[in-house]
């Protein structure tokens, strides 16, 4: 009987190795994609860092960069958006007799919820850049697939194309908002 108990321990044994291994197994890659991997997990970028034109466009240093500025603007943006909703003067409790004051409040909270609808939006952007980060399509633009430029994604780090096709997107919307 204590046999029978052993080999059923080694079955489960294995049983649960192949299931580790199965696990494993969508976990490896070629020796190409783990230096990649590897790479990405140790590259470090000093909070000083500017990525410069001389480094080959769109580099691991630059997405990291890119990475982490839109995640901290991400992250005020969130911080600013729940203090204005939260704490900011978004109260109905000090309602006025004064038909003025009450105007005035009206507009005052007519205006903030205007930005924070604002930032909500861009906070989608930045989402939406993130994820292109990650599909490594940041930094091209989505009409002609050619690279934005460092000084536009500094500038603009949301930006989703070049100048020239975004000029031609704004004609575009003008001309159909004549229409």
Known sequence: MAKTSKVKKKVVKAKNKTASKSKV???VKTSAAKTKDTIKGQIK???TYIPKDTEKYMCEKHKVFFRMK???WRKDLVRANNE??????MDDNSISADIVDQASSYTDKNVEMKAI???IKLISEIDKALARIREDTYGYCLDTAEPIGLKRLMARPVAKYTIAAQEKHERDEKVHADD
């Open 45 to 47: 970028i000093s909070k």
């Open 84 to 89: 204005a909703l939260y704490n900011g003067s």
């Open 117 to 119: 609808n604002r930032q």
């Open 70 to 72: 839109l995640q901290e």
């Open 25 to 27: 197994k969508p976990a």
